[in-house]
């Protein structure tokens, strides 16, 4: 059992930036494969960013370029750093974790709480 726990989102005007965190329950987690996902009001969850053990992340189209992930494994946390945040990235923030890479599908065992990120035109 893992769990995990999302902190740092807030408002936020659109152009700038946030940084979000999810802390894993056990130092065993670094051996598993993390994402972060979204979902707004009204749509589907939509996966956002994942990781590799070599800590290469990949992206969705739509945050690229924008959105850096990163994992810090001395500490079994996860970071989602968001600049040029826009008006439509308003959303609640989840991370995820499994012993299977699930790449950017939102079938992932463990997941977290969320932490909302309301971005303001």
């Known amino acids: 059992q893992v769990q995990l726990v999302e902190s740092g989102g807030g408002s936020v005007q659109a152009g700038g930036s946030l940084i979000v965190s999810c802390a894993a329950s056990?130092?065993?987690?670094?051996?598993?494969?993390m994402a972060w996902f979204r979902q707004a009001p009204g749509k589907v969850r939509e996966g956002v960013a994942r990781?590799?053990?070599?800590?290469?992340?990949s992206y969705a189209d739509s945050v690229k370029g924008r959105f850096t992930i990163s994992q810090d494994k001395s500490k079994s946390t996860l970071y989602l750093q968001m600049s040029s945040l826009k008006p439509e990235d308003t959303a609640m923030y989840y991370c995820?974790?499994?012993?299977?890479?699930?790449?950017?599908?939102?079938?992932?065992?463990?997941w977290g709480q969320g932490t909302q990120v309301t971005v303001s035109s």
């Open positions: 056990k130092s065993s987690a670094s051996s598993y494969y």
């Open positions: 990781i590799d053990s070599d800590g290469r992340g």
């Open positions: 995820a974790a499994d012993r299977v890479n699930w790449l950017l599908l939102p079938r992932y065992r463990y």
